[in-house]
Structures are given as structure tokens and as C-alpha cells.
């Protein structure tokens, strides 16, 4: 059964940096076209794509909003995915979560809440 599980979330005034942590378990990351990443989602806003990493290749995309502040990376063997988020704005806020699909079949993390705020 696969599973995501999220942690590092929290609280931090603006300008301030988080680390994220996924660890993904019943997955095997053997091709390289598998990915996991990190969405987003703000109250009364619809979930949106942060940042994701192919897991074989390591290749990164970024939304505008987060490039040159947050930063993906991934390790094959922990079956973990990372974002490293710096200056962090009062817009960051949101539940953010961990993504794969599998198989054909997308999962999804419980989400780990993310507050920006002095």
C-alpha cells in the first residue's frame, strides 16, 4: 500500500525559511519517468502545483511563484522528497502536500499546515 507522510510544517513570520519532508513507503522508484511533488492549497483557493522532482533523473520544475526561493531534492534510497522553502511570504500560507502517481493511481499525503506570519 502506498503511502505519503509530510512533516516540518508550522509556523514562521515572513522572510523566514522551512524545510518539508515527504517520506513515500510501498513504492518502488525504478523508472524515470516517476515523480513526486509538492502542491498547495490556501483557503478558498484551489490546490496548486509547488515544485516537483522526477525521482530517477532528478529533474525539477517550479511554479513562478516559489522558483529562485524554494528549492526540491529528492533521495532515492530514503523514498523521501525534500523542499526547502526560504523567504517565505504571508502568501505561502497554505496546507501543503505531497503527491506521487503510481501505477496509474494518484496519491496523496494528509498535508502539513504552513503559516507565514509575524
Known amino acids: 500500500q502506498v503511502q505519503l507522510v509530510e512533516s516540518g510544517g508550522g509556523l514562521v513570520p515572513p522572510g523566514g525559511s522551512l524545510r518539508l519532508s515527504c517520506a513515500a513507503s510501498?513504492?518502488?522508484?525504478?523508472?524515470?519517468?516517476?515523480?513526486v511533488g509538492w502542491y498547495r492549497q490556501a483557503p478558498g483557493k484551489e490546490r496548486e502545483l509547488v515544485a516537483i522532482?522526477?525521482?530517477?533523473?532528478?529533474?525539477?520544475n517550479y511554479a513562478d511563484s516559489v522558483k529562485g526561493r524554494f528549492t526540491i531534492s529528492r533521495d532515492v534510497a530514503k523514498k523521501a522528497v525534500y523542499i526547502q522553502m526560504n523567504s517565505l511570504k504571508s502568501e505561502d500560507t497554505a496546507v501543503y502536500y505531497c503527491?506521487?502517481?503510481?501505477?496509474?493511481?494518484?496519491?496523496w499525503g494528509q498535508g502539513t499546515q504552513v503559516t507565514v506570519s509575524s
Open positions: 510501498g513504492i518502488r522508484f525504478t523508472f524515470s519517468t516517476e515523480l
Open positions: 503527491y506521487t502517481r503510481y501505477y496509474s493511481t494518484d496519491y
Open positions: 522532482i522526477t525521482m530517477i533523473t532528478g529533474n525539477t
